[in-house]
Each structure stands twice: as C-alpha cells, then as structure tokens.
C-alpha cells in the first residue's frame, strides 16, 4: 500500500514546469480585458 506523506516527500517539480513558468510570467499576453478593451476601440 502506498504512503502517500513519504510518496509527496519525495515529490521534485519537474523542471520543465518551472522554465514554462519563467516564460509566461516575461511575455507580454493579453488577456480577456485586454482584447474586450481592443474591441471595442475598433467599434468607436
């Protein structure tokens, strides 16, 4: 059976993870609000 305290002891993020995280938080993405707000500057 397992244990599941020992098992998330052992547990290491992979480091793909960690660089994807790094890479999101240096772009510059748009998001819902900034799309609602290019939308409706068209429509004017």
């Known amino acids: 059976?397992?244990?599941?305290e020992?098992?998330?002891k052992?547990?290491?993020p992979?480091?793909?993870v960690e660089e994807i995280?790094?890479?999101v938080y240096?772009?510059?993405l748009s998001d819902v609000t900034d799309l609602l707000?290019?939308?409706m500057g068209q429509k004017k």
Request: charged share 45%; net charge negative.
């Open 1 to 4: 059976m397992l244990n599941y």
């Open 10 to 12: 052992k547990f290491k």
């Open 14 to 16: 992979s480091l793909e």
């Open 6 to 8: 020992e098992e998330l």
């Open 21 to 23: 995280e790094e890479a």
């Open 37 to 39: 707000k290019q939308v």
């Open 26 to 28: 240096q772009e510059d």
